[in-house]
């Protein structure tokens, strides 16, 4: 038998984690680049800087970690809309869909995105400081 008031609170928790995880992927990569471009040319003369490459990289990471942030709650709603359809129609348990899988993957790679983005700053920063 199934415990319905524990599977309630886990899906409740897990929503609350995800949209922790997508508010700081959003917050953290958007504060990240503002603070690129706003400090990086203060640590390192972007006129002089070797591999910019790297910083470019990092700021097109953390670009695409906020757009696929956002397309995740797109893609979130659509997916919820088919699910609730599905049940309207008889059947107990919706089927994961297209949409449904697309919003994990969108989340990873957000995620990622972020980190990797963040790995490219530090690099780029310690090659330049480091005269390497």
């Not at 928790?13 to 603070?35: F, V």
Request: aromatic content about 12%; charged content about 20%; glycine content about 8%.
């Amino acid at each position: 038998m199934r415990d319905d008031h524990y599977r309630n609170l886990l899906i409740e928790t897990e929503q609350k984690a995800q949209e922790g995880y997508d508010k700081a992927i959003l917050s953290l990569s958007g504060g990240a680049l503002g603070i690129s471009f706003a400090f990086v040319g203060d640590l390192v003369p972007l006129a002089e800087a070797k591999f910019v490459a790297l910083l470019l990289g990092a700021w097109v990471s953390w670009t695409l970690a906020i757009a696929f942030t956002l397309f995740s709650y797109l893609s979130s709603v659509f997916a919820m809309r088919e699910a609730i359809e599905n049940l309207d129609e008889g059947k107990e348990e919706a089927s994961r869909g297209f949409l449904d899988r697309a919003t994990d993957l969108m989340n990873v790679l957000a995620g990622i995105l972020f980190v990797l983005g963040v790995g490219s700053t530090f690099v780029f920063i310690f090659l330049n400081v480091m005269q390497i």
